[in-house]
């Protein structure tokens, strides 16, 4: 019996502490390879003008436009302490010509229809306060044919792969962090749930051992 959902945030990640905290995380899982960017481009998100949700400090965006040629991001986030953080990232990587961080809420993205060859989140979707809200913008805002990936935690993992993932999880103190971000993330059958009652077409849900996948294309 998988425990009922605990919401974690729905105001994102906000404070000096905070932030820097889960930069460093990021930066080492960065380091240690562990980012979604093969993921995202084995899913054909690869060319054009993308949208990442949420991107945090930056990095699977940063590294998607590290190995991409020719390609352009957006990232929005909702955390202004978050979006100085990817900025600076950015520059270190030398990629503030190709990457603009706006600050916003997702619910109500301020993007024209049809604007995004992609869009792509990872880790973000348990923190949105109305998820079927952001399919419908991710649906409004990509062109036609455009793909999207959402990849998050499951919290219906089993409980040594939660305990191995906390274990490997570093800097320690963003541990408590991890639990209450699986403990608000959503099982496969709530998701599909929830995307069956947006207007997003044909999207899959795919469950990993820590997380979930959802891949699809607009008509
Ligand atoms: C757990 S972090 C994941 C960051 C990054 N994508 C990663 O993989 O490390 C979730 C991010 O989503 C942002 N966020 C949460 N709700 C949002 C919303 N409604 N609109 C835009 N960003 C949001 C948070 O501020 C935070 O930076």
């Known amino acids: 019996m998988v425990k009922p959902r605990v919401i974690e945030t729905i105001e994102g990640i906000q404070g000096e502490f905070n932030v820097e905290t889960y930069d460093k995380m990021m930066r080492r899982m960065r380091d240690k390879g562990w980012l979604e960017t093969s993921l995202v481009l084995k899913s054909g998100i690869s060319s054009g003008l ?13 590294e998607w436009l590290r190995r991409t040629k020719g390609t352009y991001l957006k990232g929005l986030e909702i ?6 953080i990817a900025e600076r990232n950015a520059e270190e990587y030398n990629l503030q010509d190709r990457v603009e961080y706006v600050q916003g809420d997702a619910q109500e993205m301020l993007f024209p229809d049809n604007h995004f060859n992609a869009i792509f989140t990872n880790g973000s979707l348990h923190e949105w306060a109305e998820p079927k ?8 805002v990509l062109k036609p044919k455009g793909k999207y990936l959402i ?3 499951r919290r219906d993992m089993n409980a040594i792969v939660k305990l191995f993932m906390k274990s490997v999880t570093k800097p320690k103190e963003i ?4 639990i209450t971000s699986i403990n608000a ?4 059958d709530e998701i599909q749930s929830i995307l069956k009652e947006s207007i997003l077409p044909n999207f899959q849900v795919k469950r990993g051992i820590m997380g979930l996948v959802i891949t699809g294309e607009k008509d």
């Open 151 to 153: 990849s998050d935690l």
């Open 133 to 140: 809200k952001i399919f419908n913008e991710i649906y409004r």
């Open 175 to 178: 541990r408590p962090g991890l």
């Open 79 to 84: 955390s202004p302490d978050m979006v100085k």
């Open 50 to 62: 993308a949208l990442e949700v949420g991107p945090g400090p930056g990095y699977l965006g940063l």
């Open 185 to 188: 993330s959503y099982t496969a």
